[in-house]
């Protein structure tokens, strides 16, 4: 799939994963998006269990979306954020809420961007669009994999762009992304396929 | 049918062969993270389908405890989430200090590092003579080693700290002897413990508490399970009786929210409300 493609293909969710140097990429990749987005958008950003409410209101501050922490069982809402808990995984479930787990840590991670991915593209399938950001270590790598084997679109962010450019680069290393861009690159695609899905 | 479709499908009759073989009910667990375990379960079997488990499961016993090793174990430390135990001194001690004698129900108590926690703080509020604690969990492994209150001495600088932050008022040390790289809790701790095999999701009532602390097991259930535990503590509970939940948990998205009053949304603690029949 091109970028061109990758911005029409239908999307029901956009997952996105970062770890070391994410919350700049975060906010960057997320600040255009308008409070009408039609998608939901979950994060798996690598963090201490406590440093929790200063990310929420640090990214409330940078973007137009609702930005929350995910709680469990919550229902998925579209235009909204849902940043996954330090210290604890998150789960998408198939009727549409998510869930959260202390099972051990994947990658010395939890959260961990795979199980995001994993359990997201089993739900979305086809309708899923999953990032890799930057970061050191490799998770994220083999669930993007999934992602990509479930028939959903998938971005990395350029490893040449990315403040650490371990993850990024594990990830091309475990598959041929859609597209590898930088971080105003995915700014817009995200803009882009918010548009194609309303 | 999909291949996910069939996987689904096969997972269903494998939880459904484990319920009807062996007694232990998962189908209401949370799928997500269930799906996951089953599928490492497989990898490391060197399996491929959630139905080649099902002949194993059904005439192998170490095939099912292999199995029910990778189900979900509460991961605990003492005092975890200290804030939790000052919010238990400030809110819960109070009320507790108006019974001549009460109970209070660790439900999946694990390896009952949060049972030994609770005991430490009610003695150092003077209340742990009037007290009957229930631990109880749906792993015998688990309960063997939390009758047992040897842990590794790895853990005891985190349990410390987590101790004082928690309104601890000793030495921390004043509670376990140290050899061998492990604690032992001073075994006094253990004189108005109670620990037995409970599951949550078939066992009922078996005793009036005033207190149920169930926390980080509500997240490993479905929505459908959720509220039949969350109706199963209703009843356990005294009028007025308090629910603490783990810090992420909440029983707002179950039907059994109305249940309970929040009397502290941070740190979970709930209150039972009286509801008509």
């Known amino acids: 799939m091109s970028a061109r493609a990758l911005a029409r293909a239908p999307y029901e969710a956009v997952a996105l994963g970062a770890s070391r140097g994410g919350v700049a990429a975060l906010s960057r990749v997320v600040a255009k998006l308008p409070a009408s987005f039609p998608l939901p958008v979950f994060v798996v950003e690598h963090r201490r269990a406590s440093s929790d409410s200063a990310l929420v209101e640090y990214l409330e501050s940078r973007c137009a979306l609702r930005v ?39 990658h010395f991670c939890r959260p961990a961007i795979d199980v995001l991915f994993e359990t997201a593209a089993d739900t979305f399938g086809s309708r899923l669009l999953g990032v890799v950001l930057t970061g050191s270590g490799c998770d994220g790598a083999a669930g993007l994999a999934q992602i990509a084997r479930a028939g959903g679109g998938t971005i990395v962010q350029d490893p040449r762009s990315a403040e650490a450019a371990e993850m990024p680069r594990a990830a091309l290393a475990h598959l041929d992304p859609d597209a590898v861009l930088d971080l105003d690159g995915i700014s817009a695609l995200l ?8 | 049918m999909t291949p996910l479709a069939l996987e689904e499908l096969e997972i269903d009759l494998l939880l459904e062969a484990i319920q009807r073989r062996h007694g232990y009910d998962f189908r209401h667990y949370a799928r997500a993270s269930l799906k996951r375990r089953i599928r490492h379960r497989l990898t490391s079997a060197g399996l491929e389908r959630p139905s080649d488990l ?23 430390e003492m005092f975890r989430d200290p804030s939790f135990f000052g919010a238990i001194r400030q809110r819960i001690v109070p009320v507790l200090r108006t019974y001549p004698f009460f109970n209070v129900w660790h439900a999946g108590c694990a390896t009952g590092e949060e049972v030994y926690s609770m005991a430490i703080l009610l003695e150092e509020e003077g209340l742990y003579d009037r007290a009957r604690i229930y631990a109880t969990d749906l792993d015998a492994r688990a309960l063997a080693h939390a009758r047992e209150g040897i842990y590794p001495l790895a853990g005891v600088r985190d349990f410390t700290r987590n101790y004082q932050a928690g309104g601890g008022r000793r030495a921390f040390s004043d509670y376990y002897h140290a050899g061998y790289g492990a604690v032992k809790l001073d075994g006094r701790l253990a004189r108005n413990l109670t620990f037995a095999q409970h599951n949550l999701v078939t066992d009922g009532v078996f005793a009036e508490m005033h207190v149920v602390v169930c926390r980080n097991v509500f997240i490993y259930f479905d929505r459908t399970l959720q509220t039949r535990v969350a109706n199963l503590f209703h009843e356990s509970l005294c ?21 309970f009053e929040s009397i502290d949304e941070r740190e979970k603690l709930f209150r039972r409300r009286r509801v008509a029949a």
Do not use: N, W
């Not at chain 1, 909204?80 to 604890?88: D, E, N, R, S, V």
């Not at chain 1, 803009?191 to 309303?198: L, N, P, Q, R, W």
């Not at chain 2, 099902?54 to 605990?76: C, N, Q, Y």
């Not at chain 2, 992420?248 to 249940?259: C, D, M, P, V, Y």
């Open chain 2, 239 to 259: 009028a007025g009786g308090f629910l603490c939940l783990g810090s992420k948990e909440s029983i707002r998205f179950t039907t059994a929210g109305a249940l």
């Open chain 2, 54 to 76: 099902i002949g194993p499961i059904l005439r192998d016993e170490k095939s099912f405890s292999d199995f029910l090793a990778d189900m979900p174990v509460t991961v605990t």
């Open chain 1, 68 to 106: 929350k922490e995910a709680e469990d069982k919550e229902p998925i809402v579209a235009g909204t954020l849902f940043l996954a808990p330090g210290g604890y995984h998150l789960l998408i479930e198939q009727d549409r809420t998510l869930s959260l787990s202390v099972d051990a840590p994947v």
């Open chain 1, 191 to 198: 803009a882009a396929i918010g548009d194609a899905s309303s």
